[in-house]
């Protein structure tokens, strides 16, 4: 029976800190792979070009991998399982503070879509993961969505935020940051801080705050 190679996951008991972003680490099968399908698309890609990059003859690419969906779900695995826990320990850093937990989740997405802009890519690709395959990959982003979620509904409730629809702001606001791969270039004019800046800004006016929050919290308005 096949082994599958695993993909090295950054440890966040281990990581100094969700804002540093290190070079990626792969194993050499999926660093082939992350190359094939940014630059021919899951169809495109072949086995035989991704084992012909590493070195290695395609049974011998079998032994660790399924097959190209397996490759390909590694990666999605590897970079759903980055974002979220990156996106957990910058909440986790502002407890009892919507609002700045907002403002730093936010800034995690953004900075990862940057960061990993090849990696994050691989979502456009999900039509072509098998039904089994796509529902835990769907599990695995809605983590974070939910994450996003809860804060803005808690920051609603509280009365910092004031959207109308804090689920679907939420998820808006989630997609205009994952969309970010699909544009963005390392050696363009706006570098990840700049660009997480930039988009934070647009995500507090989204859910009604004209400017980044201090460190005390906002009062509540009176009803």
Known sequence: MARRSVAVRPDPATTRDWREFGPLELTPILEAALEVFHQNGFHGATVR????????????????????EGVFTALLELGTGEVAWRVRAAAGAAPERPDLQFVNVVEAIVLHMAHRPTLAALDGELRHLSPVNRRRYAARRKEVENVLRDIVETGTRQGIFTPKDPVETARALLGMCQSISRWYQPDGALDPDRLARR???IALMTVGLARRPGKRAPRRKPH
């Open 199 to 201: 988009y934070v800004d």
């Open 49 to 68: 070009d991704i084992a012909r990059r590493v070195g290695q003859t395609v049974p011998s690419l079998y032994y660790h991998h399924e097959n190209k």
